[in-house]
């Protein structure tokens, strides 16, 4: 499966009876029962497509932003923030009717269940760019003035290179 495959699926659960449950907050919200298989697929899709967009839409966000702190980058976050909640009203009202789980998802559950749905490519090219990314943090924290964008780039890609890390080896022992 590919990237966007194993975002989507740190959405779903399977219960303690075998039937699935969407969290759309993740492990912050109630989990819902998904009544049917159609309705999972379609809710699958939806959060996908919305996945694809949200990087998608950060690249002009990002374009049209200019420097940090000014007014204009303070307007486009906010109206890419308001954009990116609003995408999931139609989502929201599509899963409200449905009934309400018992049971709550952990971030080790949501985190399995995305490592076992990317491919074990995936993870390794996340890794590897990952690996750049803080290795592009180290070089700017040490080679320019620009040390606190050089020593934020490390820490936060550090971060996610720990999270690839651990989902390839969540994967490998499924």
Known sequence: MGYFDGLTAAAFKKDSQGRDLFFIWGKFGKGRVVPNEADGIAVRSYLKNYYICLIVGIVPMVMLAGKAGEPRWFLAIGIFMVLA???LVPLFLRTSQWEVADERMTY???MSASAAAHGAVTLWLLIAVGALFVAGG???LLATDATLVGLLV????G?????????????GRR
């Open 154 to 157: 490390t820490i936060f890609f």
């Open 85 to 87: 909640l609003a995408a």
């Open 108 to 110: 080790r559950e949501a």
């Open 159 to 171: 971060a996610c290179l720990g999270v690839f890390i651990w989902m390839l080896i969540a994967r």
């Open 138 to 140: 180290l070089f700017i």
